[in-house]
């Protein structure tokens, strides 16, 4: 069993929460691959909240946020493979069995594949196929599992003190992450999104950004940012490159999208680093410009219309193979091989 190990060092998979429209729903783990890590998952979700959190809230925050729980769901059919929420009356933080075992087999994945220097490009590609390939396209008809569809070994952490180290950190600053974010719209007092307008559920999902950047900043944590999440959410969930014109894609923004994984919500969040969380930790800047500038950083890839496209065509049509761990496979070769199809 993996042990827990206190949070610091690296941010990473920033914000794995509620997704949106069309997200990738698969049934990825079975109830028994599920039950069997049921506990320790809940066990790590409860100690990364009171020894990583709960110290940096202050007296205020503390009373905002009330008597709320943790919940652990199994999934239901048509759940989102990555769905983090907190329910309407501030009591529930929704931590999905599902979405945990997923998240902390991408930062197993992640950790193996950086640490032998293999491409991290099939990781986009297994989300986008989430969302765009029939289950019957892989072997046995069903979605496969994270490690299994990018060939990782299932016990990767045993076989590098380096897998081990990075893949435990990676994992408990997303899931601390997450629980900030998710704290954030119950300070708040966020409505549900049923009830507002897709406009303020951005502006929402801004607040409880900043709140949770705020917490980590607090317990002077370094940061390496949404990279990973981003990258891997980019084909995950409607973007850019499925509309026409850039007229449709800001219409659909403002009327429908509630938790997008936007080039504006990116920027709203370095500028939120560079600017009151700089000034109010003046000896970190160095290390909160570098996460800004990492921000800012991938905001290309999400404005890239081709390789969006490209990206959909390659995982439409390629062979679930593709998947599997190689060198060099980035984005240039996602550009020969989607010509090539």
């Keep these: 069993m993996r042990e827990f190990r206190s949070i610091g060092g690296l941010l990473l998979l920033l914000l794995a929460l509620g997704t949106g429209a069309n997200p990738a729903s698969a049934q990825i783990y079975s109830e028994a691959d599920l039950r069997a890590d049921a506990a320790r998952l809940r066990s790590v979700i409860h100690r990364i909240y009171s020894i990583g959190i709960k110290p940096s809230l202050s007296d205020e925050e503390k009373r905002a946020l009330g008597d709320f729980e943790f919940y652990f769901p199994m999934p239901k059919a048509g759940d989102d493979i990555l769905n983090f929420e907190s329910t309407t009356d501030g009591r529930l933080v929704v931590m999905p069995l599902m979405s945990l075992k997923a998240l902390e087999d991408l930062t197993t994945a992640y950790a193996w594949l950086n640490v032998n220097r293999m491409s991290l490009s099939t990781i986009d590609l297994y989300f986008a196929m989430l969302r765009y390939r029939d289950p019957s396209a892989f072997p046995g008809g069903k979605h496969p599992r994270v490690l299994e569809a990018l060939g990782v070994p299932k016990d990767a952490y045993e076989t590098s003190k380096k897998v081990d180290d990075l893949s435990l950190r990676l994992r408990n600053e997303a899931f601390a992450f997450i629980i900030a974010h998710e704290l954030g719209h119950i300070r708040f007092h966020h409505k549900p999104v049923e009830e507002i307008s897709a406009e303020q559920a951005q502006a929402d999902e801004i607040e409880a950004d900043r709140f949770a950047l705020d917490i980590f900043g607090r317990t002077s944590t370094g940061v390496l940012g949404p990279i990973l999440y981003f990258q891997a959410q980019a084909y995950r969930l409607v973007h850019r490159h499925e509309f026409d014109s850039d007229e449709q894609w800001q219409d659909y923004v403002k009327s429908e999208m509630t938790h997008p994984v936007s080039?504006?919500?990116?920027?709203?969040?370095?500028?939120?680093?560079?600017?009151?969380?700089?000034?109010?930790?003046?000896?970190e800047a160095a290390i909160w410009r570098d996460v800004a500038r990492l921000l800012n950083g991938i905001t290309p890839t999400l404005e890239d219309i081709e390789l969006g496209r490209c990206i959909v065509q390659v995982a439409r049509t390629a062979d679930p193979a593709v998947l599997k761990p190689r060198k060099g496979f980035e984005a240039d070769e996602i550009m020969k091989r989607c010509r090539g199809i």
């Design 263 to 283: 080039v504006e919500r990116i920027k709203q969040m370095a500028a939120f680093i560079e600017g009151p969380l700089i000034r109010s930790r003046p000896t």
